[in-house]
């Protein structure tokens, strides 16, 4: 059962055409394929637990798990044995110089005969990177920055830490006299430091290149940075990192898992959901060649953004670490394999039917259905049965979706509510990049319904065409009828045409009597006045008489006469005669007003009505400008107008 069976009873066995073992157990069938080029190492009890790192060294096999440092002989068949003092989170195992060090959640350690030595001070090592043209010194990614170690005769020993750097350094690659340091969260670093690796000369951050799970990797000349947005490669020119068109086709953002990247050789990993791709050179022109193999993050079952790849001793043999344990590839094994797409199931419902209830029917018949029998549903699949063979499907429906579907894993696919007409379903399959031999279809027809048949409409036709010809003459006997409302319109607009202009004649003469009314009014309002202005003359007079004459004889009888003209009120009834023909309406509409006003009120309310002022009223009034300003007072009171309110205003108003 360790080895991966249910059951270590086996009842029977066989062997099928492609070699494989098929085992009946005590509690289960069991399915052995010989020939694949996977061989798995599931840690079912759990001892290894997640392996980070594999080495090849010395005739040993090192894995760098989340339990510790384990290792066994290459020609053992026994299992791996743990290292003591290895105890926690192996990050990377490198080997430099001919020496193999681990990184580890405590520190560095350098591996010699099965047996784990720290170098002294160092805490929480990501991964080592040797110094170009320094055998004697490497730079150590940490998890609070950068660190130099430095070989003294045969002993590596921590020499410093790096100032002016303190973010964790999981990445870390040395190129084009920098150091890059990619960080998920905060951005990738381009750090520039002296020639003694002791201090930090300047940091330049590209906050656009940022990620999570993104990672760098230098490969030969070039140095790559991956993300959910695509694969830049460093252009030493520019010193910027130019996104790679054919390398950034390697996955979508829905395909993206993690952008770690691992090198082998010439050859550079990179792992998808859906499979795990392989960049190479062609031999012959040097050109980037892409080769994809069907393995997805589920069938992996690895740790995303901590995926990792190491090859094996012969060519095209690797291994991949796992959540629990690890993974042999040998793509050499892997052939293409023909295969093909079959229908499994149609059924077909109707819009109120329920969930589960429907009419199954033949995949190799076309269907002819009723109109409400519009919602169907198509299951398929393609009979490859390989543990890691994860077929994905790509359908249309010709007839109303005419464009291939997006692929997708799901094995069946429900159209509803589906209009009459003829349609034919046709679906492929693909493992890998490997798509079906034969395209699966079914054709079948949805019916009209009976108001849509042929009868139906050449009906509708004829009922059309009935309708037309009333509504023709419908249309004739409503403008017949209309030609005749027009005429009698018009004879009726003519006559009240006539008599509008009689009318505007009559208008005209009694426009013409009003304007002579008005003239002969103004003329005598304007006489009047002039009599009135008498009052100025003779008070005038009278005080001249006053002031000139001293002879009570002769001024006394002059004066008497003056008074006498002044008091008299024949003026003021010539006056108002004259003022109703001029302004007829203003003495009615004072009275009813404010039927309480005085003879002396009405005729200062005229005065003003003619805007005249209070020096011009006195005279009339043959009083003086301030005993006509307490008249204008008391009249106010007697209307009772408000104290914002001007009596000019209002009278003129009224």
């Not at 020939?35 to 090849?56: K, T």
């Not at 910027?240 to 950034?248: A, E, G, T, V, W």
């Not at 993974?327 to 059924?347: G, S, V």
């Not at 409400?372 to 007839?399: A, C, M, V």
Request: with cysteine; aromatic share 12%.
């Amino acid at each position: 059962m360790e080895n991966g069976l249910q059951n270590n009873t086996v009842l029977s066995l066989f062997e099928d055409m492609d070699k494989s073992l098929w085992l009946g157990l005590d509690n289960g069938i069991g399915h052995i394929v010989l020939n694949s080029p996977y061989l798995i190492y599931d840690d079912i009890i759990g001892d290894i637990g997640s392996v980070y790192s594999y080495i090849s060294f010395n005739d040993m096999i090192y894995i760098g798990t989340n339990q510790g440092l384990f290792y066994k002989s290459k020609s053992s068949m026994s299992g791996f044995e743990f290292i003591p003092g290895t105890q926690g989170q192996v990050w990377q195992l490198e080997e430099i110089n001919g020496i193999l060090f681990c990184c580890h959640h405590n520190g560095t350690f350098i591996i010699e005969d099965k047996k784990a030595k720290k170098i002294e001070g160092t805490e929480g090592t990501w991964n080592l990177r040797p110094i170009k043209n320094s055998d004697n010194l490497m730079i150590q990614g940490s998890y609070d920055g950068l660190y130099v170690l430095e070989k003294r005769g045969d002993i590596w020993q921590l020499r410093n830490k790096i100032d002016g750097f303190e973010n964790s350094s999981r990445f870390v690659e040395l190129f084009d006299e920098f150091i890059f340091v990619n960080h998920e969260y905060k951005g990738l670093y381009k750090i520039s430091v002296d020639d003694a690796f002791r201090a930090v000369k300047s940091v330049q951050i590209d906050t656009v290149l940022w990620g999570d799970n993104s990672a760098i990797l230098s490969s030969g000349d070039e140095l790559l940075y991956a993300h959910q947005k695509g694969i830049h490669i460093y252009d030493g020119v520019s010193g910027r990192f130019l996104k790679d068109s054919l390398l950034s086709s390697l996955y979508t953002e829905a395909n993206y898992t993690s952008g770690k990247m691992t090198a082998i050789g010439d050859e550079i990993w990179f792992f998808t959901k859906d499979n795990l791709s392989m960049v190479s050179k062609s031999s012959l022109n040097n050109k980037r060649v892409i080769t994809k193999i069907e393995l997805g993050e589920s069938s992996r079952n690895s740790i995303s953004g901590y995926e990792n790849m190491a090859q094996l001793k012969n060519v095209g043999n690797y291994v991949l670490g796992t959540g629990s344990g690890y993974i042999l590839l040998d793509t050499k094994k892997i052939r293409e394999k023909r295969f093909n797409i079959e229908i499994a199931e149609i059924k077909m419902t109707t819009t109120n039917s329920p969930d589960n209830a429907g009419q199954l029917l033949a995949t190799d018949k076309m269907g002819d259905f009723e109109h409400y029998k519009n919602n169907i549903t198509l299951s398929f699949y393609t009979p490859e049965y390989g543990k890691y063979t994860h077929p994905r499907y790509q359908y249309r429906l010709h007839g109303i979706y005419q464009n291939w579907s997006e692929w997708s894993s799901s094995h069946s696919v429900q159209f509803n509510n589906l209009p009459y007409g003829d349609y034919t379903f046709e679906v492929r399959s693909k493992i890998g990049e490997q798509i079906s031999e034969n395209t699966a279809s079914f054709t079948f027809k949805i019916q009209k319904k009976w108001y849509q048949s042929n009868l139906a409409i050449a009906l509708y036709a004829f009922i059309g065409i009935l309708g037309l010809f009333f509504m023709h003459m419908a249309y004739r006997r409503h403008y017949r009828q209309r030609q005749e409302k027009l005429l009698e319109k018009s004879e009726k607009e003519m006559r009240i045409a006539k008599a509008e202009n009689e009318k505007e004649i009559v208008r005209l003469k009694n426009e013409q009597l009003k304007q002579r009314v008005r003239l002969k009014s103004n003329e005598l309002a304007a006489s009047t006045m002039s009599l009135l202005r008498k009052n100025e003359v003779l008070n005038e007079v009278k005080n001249l008489l006053d002031n000139k004459v001293k002879d009570p004889g002769i001024k006394g009888p002059i004066t008497k006469i003056i008074d006498e003209s002044l008091t008299k009120n024949d003026d003021w009834e010539l006056f108002k005669e004259a003022f109703n023909n001029a302004d007829k309406d203003f003495l009615g509409k004072l009275n009813k007003s404010h039927p309480n006003l005085t003879q002396n009120d009405i005729r200062l309310c005229a005065y003003l009505r003619l805007n005249l002022s209070s020096k011009e009223i006195g005279p009339l009034f043959n009083i003086s400008t301030k005993s006509v300003e307490i008249k204008r007072y008391r009249l106010r009171k007697k209307m009772g107008l408000e104290h914002d309110k001007n009596l000019v205003d209002y009278i003129l108003n009224l």
